[in-house]
T-cell receptor, first 114, second 109 residues
């Protein structure tokens, strides 16, 4: 699928760095999501945006800061991360967040915190 | 929140074999989805199937909402079917999906 694109594909950062993950969807969807996938754990929902408004913050530490400037773009700003934050970060979109539309994922960004 | 259990956790098949993956959920759902995660990490949406049966090529899925389970059938498996299969159901309203722990499938020649 090329409907949801994420950059970069891989990222290595130190604990004092600041970096951003980018997601763009070309599907005309109204809702966008950030998920975290750690080794041997189920996918964890981090944030949900619907029509550029944040509708869910799933108890995520403040060192992760999302931004949704428009319905096609979603960012995840990272600062002072910990090694346990190393994971695959997946962006997704759906037509709406009303629970009746399929979720489409990007390729993910594999993050390593050193 | 909703609990989602998948079985089996691991499965090895010879190419050409058929298999059935199961997803049990603890509460009624109106939005059950199946995904395939390939070895490179990409998640592909296979089915959005709140109830009934759908087919897509060699794959089909059936959800029996009243009994709180869904099945994914893979027929004539190919090596490209390898990866992890997840089912997911919503909690708390909207599209906040709870994912199961997945079935790791390996298809061998």
């Amino acid at each position: 699928e090329t409907g949801v694109t994420q950059t970069p594909r891989h990222l290595v950062m130190g604990m004092t760095n600041k970096k951003s993950l980018k997601c763009e969807q070309h599907l005309g969807h109204n809702a966008m999501y950030w998920y975290k996938q750690s080794a041997k754990k189920p996918l964890e929902l981090m944030f949900v945006y619907s029509l550029e408004e944040r509708v869910e913050n799933n108890s995520v530490p403040s060192r992760f800061s999302p931004e949704c400037p428009n319905s096609s773009h979603l960012f995840l700003h990272l600062h002072t991360l910990q090694p346990e934050d190393s994971a695959l970060y997946l962006c997704a979109s759906s037509q709406d967040s009303a629970g009746d539309s399929p979720l489409h994922f990007g390729n993910g960004t594999r993050l390593t915190v050193t | 929140g909703i609990q989602v259990e998948q079985s089996p956790p691991d499965l090895i098949l010879q190419e050409g074999a058929n298999s059935t993956l199961r997803c049990n959920f603890s509460d009624s759902v109106n939005n059950l989805q199946w995904f395939h995660q390939n070895p490179w990490g990409q998640l592909i949406n296979l089915f959005y199937i709140p109830s009934g049966t759908k087919q897509n090529g060699r794959l089909s899925a059936t959800t029996v909402a009243t009994e709180r389970y869904s099945l994914l059938y893979i027929s004539s498996s190919q090596t490209t079917d390898s990866g992890v299969y997840f089912c997911a159901g919503p909690w708390g309203g909207g599209n906040k999906l709870t994912f199961g722990t997945g079935t790791q499938l390996k298809v061998e020649l």
